[in-house]
């Protein structure tokens, strides 16, 4: 039974930092992703990483704000959030794919329930 369960979101104010976390349980994978979705709009790619943790990949959005990093022996991959704009208020998803560094949604097949962020002015 595949598991994916973030935790780590919550109520900021801008410029404030957090760091999201998300469990794997059931499945080696070779790429975890992190997605976001605000209100009225798409679920959009935000970062993903390998499982070597040797490449990753980012958004344009989020880039030299947000580090994506992982602890296999953890089975843990982890979203460090700084800098935060109001305009990253949204829900965030973990998921996971067998394909290298995808940044599709459609090619992610797990998906975990999502953990809300919510940034202040």
């Known amino acids: 039974q595949v598991q994916l369960v973030e935790s780590g979101g919550g109520l900021v104010q801008a410029g404030d930092s957090l760091r999201l976390s998300c469990a794997v349980s059931g499945r080696t994978f070779g790429t975890m992703g992190w997605f976001r979705q605000a209100p009225g709009k798409e679920r959009e790619f935000v970062a993903a990483?390998?499982?070597?943790?040797?490449?990753?990949v980012s958004a344009g959005s989020v880039k030299g704000r947000f580090t994506i990093s992982r602890d296999n022996s953890k089975n843990t991959v982890y979203l460090q959030m700084n800098s935060l704009e109001p305009e990253d208020t949204a829900i965030y998803y973990c998921?996971?794919?067998?394909?290298?560094?995808?940044?599709?949604?459609?090619?992610?097949?797990?998906w975990g329930q999502g953990t809300q962020v919510t940034v202040s002015s």
């Open positions: 990483i390998n499982w070597g943790g040797t490449s990753t």
């Open positions: 998921a996971a794919t067998y394909s290298n560094l995808a940044t599709a949604r459609e090619l992610y097949g797990y």
